[in-house]
C-alpha cells in the first residue's frame, strides 16, 4: 500500500489482522498518531510507516521492539518509543482527572510560578540582547513561528562565511554549511547578496512562499535573519536542513568535481526523484491556501536528503497566485517580472504570457528530459531548430535508446527499456510547448508511479552504475 495518497488516520481496526506479517505504507498523506493495537500483533515482521505525516507516541512491544523491523523516517514529532530509537520522551499533556483537589491546586501553583519565572528570565535576556532588525510585513507570519536568530549566531555557526564552508552559489547569494548551537544537526545558510537587484525582494518573496508550505519533498526553512552585519551594513539571511547529498545538478553533471566521479544515479533513483518532485509540485499548485509557482524548476534546485528523498528548495522567484483577486494580481503574475533559467523557461513566458502552474510543469518536463538523457537544455548540441524537447520527440517512435544517458548502461530487458521510453514520453509531453497540451501533475504522477510499479516486479532492476 506503499504510495497510493492514502489521507486520514490508521485505522486501530488493523489491530485485528493477526495473521498480518509484512504492512508497509510509506510515501503516503497519512497523519494523526500510530494505533497502539498494532504492538498487538504478534506475526508482524516489517512495519514501515516512513514518510507521511505521522505524529506523537510510538508504541512499545510487538514489533516496535525490533528497530530493524520498523521504518518511521521522513515523519515529525515523533516521541517515546524504545530507547534504540533515540527519540525525544513524550511530554505530559495534561493531568488526570482522579487527582484530589489540594493535589491539583499545588500543582497549579507551581505551574504557574513555573511560567511567570520563565516568562521573566526571557524578557530579561532579550533586553540585554542586541535585538536585530524586524522583518517586513510580508515576512512577519514567518518571523512568529520561527527561532530568531542573530547575525553573530550565523557568523560563528559558517566560521566567519569561510570559503571552506562555501557550499554554492546562485543568482542572489550564497549557502554555506555551518551548525548552530541551538540545533543539533548541520545547517545551511543561504545568504543574500544585496548588492544584487532583487535580492531585498527575493528574501521576502521566499519568506512568504515558506510561511505558506509544508510538505516533506519541500526544503524545510528552519529559520530566518534580518538584521545588520560588523561593519554596520544590512544583512539577510534563511537558514535550511542541510542536505547531505547536495544537488541533483551535482549528481547529473559532476564534470567540475573530477574526485566524484563515483556520483551516479540509477534509473529507479531518477524515478523516485522524479516522483518526489511531481508531489511537491502537486501540493504548491492544489494543497495550499493559494496556489504557488515555483518559477525555477532545474537540478540545482532538487535537493537529496541522506535517504536520497528528494525536497525542492530555492524559491526566490516564486509567485503567489490568489484566484480569487482575479485581475487584481495579474500584475504580480506578469511574465516579464520573472527571469528564471535559461533552457527552462516556458516559450509563453517569452512572448508575454503570465505566470501559471503550467509553466512550471513546462520546467519540470524539461527536467524529466534532462534526467533521462544526461543532457542539459542549454547543450552545445541544441541550436534553434533542435532543442532537447524536439530531439526526444523525435526519438521516441525509435526506443529512444541511443539517446539515454551513458551512464544508465542498459542491458537489452523490455521492461526497462519500456520504462526508459514511457519516462521520456512524460516529459515530452509535459514541456509540449502549448500550454494547454501539457500534462496535469496529478496524471503525471499516476504515470509515474506505474512505470515505478512495473520496475518493482523484476526480480533484480537491469539498471547499473558505470564505475
Known amino acids: 500500500m506503499s504510495g497510493n495518497f492514502f489521507q486520514g488516520s490508521i485505522p486501530s481496526s488493523f489491530g485485528n489482522l493477526k495473521s498480518l506479517e509484512i504492512l508497509d505504507l510509506s510515501r503516503n498523506n497519512l497523519s494523526g498518531i500510530i494505533p497502539y493495537e498494532l504492538r498487538n500483533l504478534s506475526r508482524l515482521k516489517s512495519l514501515n510507516l516512513s514518510f507521511n505525516h505521522l505524529h506523537g507516541e510510538v508504541p512499545t512491544g510487538g514489533v516496535f521492539s525490533n528497530t530493524t523491523a520498523l521504518s518511521l523516517h521522513g515523519n515529525e514529532d515523533f516521541c517515546g518509543g524504545i530507547p534504540q ?14 487527582k484530589k483537589p489540594l493535589q491539583l491546586k499545588v500543582i497549579l501553583i507551581i505551574v504557574v510560578t513555573g511560567v ?3 516568562t521573566i528570565a526571557s524578557v530579561i535576556i532579550l533586553y540585554m540582547m542586541k535585538k536585530p532588525k524586524r522583518l517586513s510585513s510580508g515576512t512577519s507570519n514567518l ?7 542573530s ?39 543561504k545568504v543574500l547578496n544585496l548588492q544584487t537587484r532583487g535580492a531585498s525582494k527575493s528574501f521576502v518573496v521566499e519568506c512568504r512562499a515558506l510561511a505558506k508550505v509544508r510538505h516533506r519533498n519541500l526544503m524545510k526553512i528552519l529559520t530566518c535573519c534580518s538584521s545588520i552585519d560588523y561593519k554596520g551594513a544590512d544583512f539577510k539571511a534563511l537558514v535550511f536542513e542541510f542536505m547531505p ?15 566524484s566521479g563515483d556520483l551516479n544515479l540509477n534509473l529507479r533513483q531518477r524515478l523516485n526523484v522524479a516522483i518526489d518532485i511531481a508531489q511537491a509540485l502537486d501540493y504548491l499548485h492544489s494543497g495550499c491556501m493559494e496556489i504557488i509557482v515555483h518559477c525555477d524548476i532545474k537540478p540545482s534546485n532538487i535537493f537529496l ?41 516556458p516559450p509563453e513566458y517569452g512572448m508575454g504570457g503570465t505566470v501559471s502552474a503550467e509553466g512550471d510543469i513546462y520546467s519540470y518536463g524539461i527536467l524529466l528530459l534532462e534526467m533521462i538523457t544526461g543532457k542539459k537544455p542549454t547543450d552545445n548540441m541544441f541550436s534553434e531548430n533542435l532543442s532537447l524537447h ?7 517512435s525509435e526506443g529512444l535508446i541511443e539517446q539515454v544517458d551513458p551512464l544508465l548502461q542498459v542491458k537489452s530487458d523490455n521492461t526497462i527499456r519500456e520504462a526508459l521510453v514511457s519516462f521520456a514520453r512524460i516529459g515530452v509531453a509535459s514541456s509540449s510547448e502549448i500550454p494547454s497540451e501539457r500534462m496535469g501533475i496529478k496524471d503525471v504522477i499516476m504515470e509515474l508511479l506505474a512505470i515505478n510499479r512495473r520496475l518493482s516486479c523484476l526480480q533484480g532492476i537491469k539498471v547499473v552504475t558505470q564505475n
Not at 518571523?143 to 536568530?149: G, I, K, T
Not at 524536439?390 to 521516441?396: I, P
Request: glycine share 12%; proline share 3%; aromatic share 8%.
Open 85 to 98: 530509537l533515540k527519540m525525544p520522551a513524550c511530554p505530559v499533556l495534561h493531568l488526570k482527572k482522579h
Open 116 to 118: 511567570l519565572l520563565c
Open 143 to 149: 518571523e512568529d513561528r520561527l527561532l530568531m536568530v
Open 151 to 189: 547575525y553573530g549566531e550565523l557568523y560563528e555557526a559558517t566560521n566567519g562565511f569561510s570559503s571552506t564552508n562555501l557550499i554554492g552559489t546562485g543568482g542572489f547569494g550564497s549557502v554555506y554549511k555551518g551548525t548552530l548551537r541551538c540545533f543539533n544537526k548541520p545547517v545551511a545558510v
Open 245 to 259: 547529498n547536495g544537488s541533483l545538478e551535482n549528481w547529473l553533471h559532476n564534470e567540475e568535481q573530477p574526485d
Open 305 to 345: 536528503d541522506d535517504d536520497m528523498v528528494a525536497h525542492l528548495g530555492d524559491f526566490g522567484l516564486a509567485r503567489l497566485l490568489d484566484e480569487d483577486k482575479g485581475n487584481g494580481n495579474r500584475e504580480q503574475a506578469t511574465s516579464s517580472l520573472v527571469k528564471g533559467t535559461i533552457g527552462y523557461i
Open 390 to 396: 524536439n530531439m526526444c520527440k523525435m526519438t521516441l
